[in-house]
């Protein structure tokens, strides 16, 4: 048996030919890009590209009785832009819990506070002394932009000097804050400079605590110290294990270094024996990270430690260390080392098949389920299910957006939707499948079709709540899906390779991501670009009709109601008790034609024609069946 499509006419093929030639919509700012020659038609960096970087060198210090936070820092600041900055904006995230603040979700009015004190700031030679006075420094939202008496010079390398203090949240748990009474998951602590890029200049938005982050990669020498009672894990290797551990466990870490099999690095009764730090700790830990976009770190003094390692890259032989810390009450932590160990593994070498681009990853039993370079706040699970799920993918924002530079705040499906499809396709692999095929595939098919399906290219500052969490995750993670369906597993990697390796630690765009891909595969997919990701379309197919012609070759006619390019599968169910399944691209639909017909010739009458699977999202359900004896569009019995 054998179904084929059929061929397309002069007509429809000539609208192919009109489609793809269809430019997409660009913005005045990205067209200017372009024109500058920041940004390149064939989706790589343009030969004018500059990026901004800023090193830092932190000290911080953190009482949990007080849960005072204090911090001194300098800030090495390349301007690489061929613009001289008249004013710098530096951000103060934990001002999301300032009184008065603007935010659009809810927080325990006990954990307000008056936000980020600034005791010293040093721009160059210049002090800021008067941070009161607004034409040098004006705070708003989680911002504070500063105007030096000097303007900092294009292609110039500055100084900043920064001494602050805050109080760090107990309750309300937005990304950052305490974990239980002697445990803290500490993030976006430190003030920071905001991304000037060649496209939007200065970064002027205000966490208010739904669209997540964009920052400029740098190196970090960071110290934090805690009580000598206290281990500190964070972003980055530690330099100085030897000074607060005790033999014991750093040998168990040089042993968990070697192997992938779980090593307990700390385990329940290693407390109880004073087995887990040296004679004389420090409570100072040092960290250091090269070309990372954030610096996060935990703590706590009574959390066990599991470790392992895996081989990310077989040319170099290069490891990653993958930790676990977590609460001994949560058993589902027990196994979240394996499951981490694993996806680290599968990601390096199955999907995306790059090496995992950091030599660590740690794995902490917090409040969250949030990523960070190197670190992961997790919440615990209620089952195995949810565990791998949830683990394989915060991990998986190890690529996006951490290797790759992505403006998650404006286009959160650069980065949530790879995160999407990556944990579908690696916790199905952990024996774990997603229950709905794709991760929020469901969520996606109650808002499409409404005025809540925004397309996707839509600024994501501009919308929040459900639409929010549904083109980020779903929709995002389903045209990921659909692409490669399309193109097939060896074209699908070689773009998606191409496109990471041109970004590594770069900001791309979306239109660099669609340039990208059409530039490598040799195709021009504007036609699958325009309605995934900048037009108000919708899934929805229907089986139209069933009929044979006289030479027995059954015709069947799918028609796309919604307009959306998605795949068609088929079961095909004879009289006989034969079933055939066939499936078909997106690619079904490039040449902007809404009826696609099947045909082919079977050794027994059709009885029952069901479109759809658990990966093709379909807004309505009612027209994905026919069987012998309905009533037809046509109005007669077949």
């Not at 500490?186 to 200065?202: E, H, K, Q, T």
Request: charged residues 20%; glycine residues 6%; aromatic residues 14%.
């Amino acid at each position: 048996m054998k179904l084929y499509k059929v061929c397309l006419s002069g007509i429809l093929a000539f609208a192919a030919l009109n489609a793809n030639s269809q430019a997409l919509y660009q913005t005045a700012i990205i067209k200017s890009a372009f024109e500058k020659g920041t940004r390149a038609v064939n989706g790589k960096p343009g030969a004018n590209y500059w990026q901004n970087k800023a090193d830092y060198k932190i000290k911080m210090n953190f009482d949990p009785q007080t849960k005072v936070l204090s911090g001194e820092e300098t800030i090495t600041y390349f301007n690489n832009s061929p613009d001289a900055l008249s004013r710098l904006i530096i951000r103060l995230y934990p001002d999301f819990y300032k009184k008065g603040i603007e935010r659009n979700t809810q927080i325990d009015p006990k954990d307000e506070n008056e936000g980020v004190v600034i005791d010293f700031l040093k721009i160059n030679e210049e002090q800021i002394s008067d941070l009161q006075n607004n034409k040098k420094a004006a705070r708003y939202g989680t911002n504070l932009m500063v105007t030096p008496a000097t303007a900092v010079a294009a292609k110039s390398e500055n100084t900043l000097v920064i001494k602050w203090h805050y109080t760090v949240n107990t309750g309300s748990q937005q990304r950052t804050g305490a974990i239980d009474a002697t445990s803290y998951f500490i993030a976006y602590s430190f003030p920071r400079l905001s991304v000037y890029d060649d496209i939007n200049g200065w970064d002027t938005w205000s966490y208010k605590g739904t669209q997540e982050f964009y920052n400029d990669f740098g190196n970090y020498e960071v110290e934090v110290t805690a009580p000598k009672n206290f281990i500190v894990w964070a972003t980055g290797e530690l330099q100085n294990g030897y000074e607060n551990l005790s033999t014991t466990v750093t040998e168990r870490l040089k042993l968990a270094a070697t192997t992938n099999k779980t090593v307990h690095v700390i385990d329940s009764t290693d407390y109880k024996k004073n087995n887990v730090f040296s004679a004389n700790p420090t409570g100072s830990w040092k960290f250091k990270a090269t070309n990372v976009s954030d610096f996060a770190f935990a703590l706590s003094d009574h959390y066990l430690w599991d470790a392992s390692s895996v081989l990310a890259d077989s040319v170099t032989k290069r490891r990653v260390m993958v930790n676990t810390t977590y609460n001994k009450i949560h058993h589902d932590y027990f196994e979240v080392q394996d499951i981490a160990n694993k996806s680290v593994e599968l990601m390096s070498h199955v999907y995306p098949a790059v090496p995992f681009p950091f030599p660590q990853i740690t794995v902490v039993d917090g409040t969250d389920q949030m990523e960070y370079p190197m670190m992961v706040n997790d919440n615990p699970s209620p089952n195995r299910k949810y565990a791998v799920q949830l683990t394989t993918h915060e991990i998986f924002h190890s690529y996006f957006p951490f290797y790759m530079g992505i403006n998650e705040t404006q286009y959160a499906w650069m980065d949530e939707g790879w995160a999407s499809i990556g944990e579908t396709v690696l916790s199905a692999l952990l024996g774990e499948p997603e229950d709905e095929g794709i991760y929020s595939k469901t969520r996606y098919e109650k808002v499409s079709g409404t005025d809540l399906d925004v397309p996707l290219i839509t600024n994501t500052k501009n919308y929040d709540g459900f639409a929010y969490v549904t083109n980020s995750y779903g929709k995002g993670a389903l045209s990921y899906h659909v692409l490669r369906d399309m193109l097939g597993d060896k074209l699908f990697f070689k773009a998606l390779h191409q496109y990471m390796n041109d970004w590594n630690g770069k900001h791309p765009t979306p239109y660099d991501y669609f340039n990208s891909i059409n530039n490598t595969t040799g195709k021009n997919l504007n036609w699958f670009w325009k309605p995934w990701f900048f037009e108000w379309v919708y899934p929805d197919l229907a089986v139209q009709n069933v009929s044979v012609d006289t030479k027995g070759q059954t015709s069947i006619v799918i028609e796309n109601k919604g307009g959306l390019p998605v795949p068609i599968h088929l079961v095909i169910k004879l009289e006989n008790g034969k079933e055939v399944v066939k499936h078909f691209t997106a690619e079904s639909w490039a040449t902007g034609n809404t009826e696609f017909v099947a045909k082919g010739f079977f050794d027994a009458k059709v009885k029952s024609v069901t479109i759809g699977d658990e990966f093709t999202p379909d807004k309505i359900r009612d027209n994905n069946k026919w069987e012998a004896g309905q009533v037809t569009k046509q109005g007669s019995l077949k």
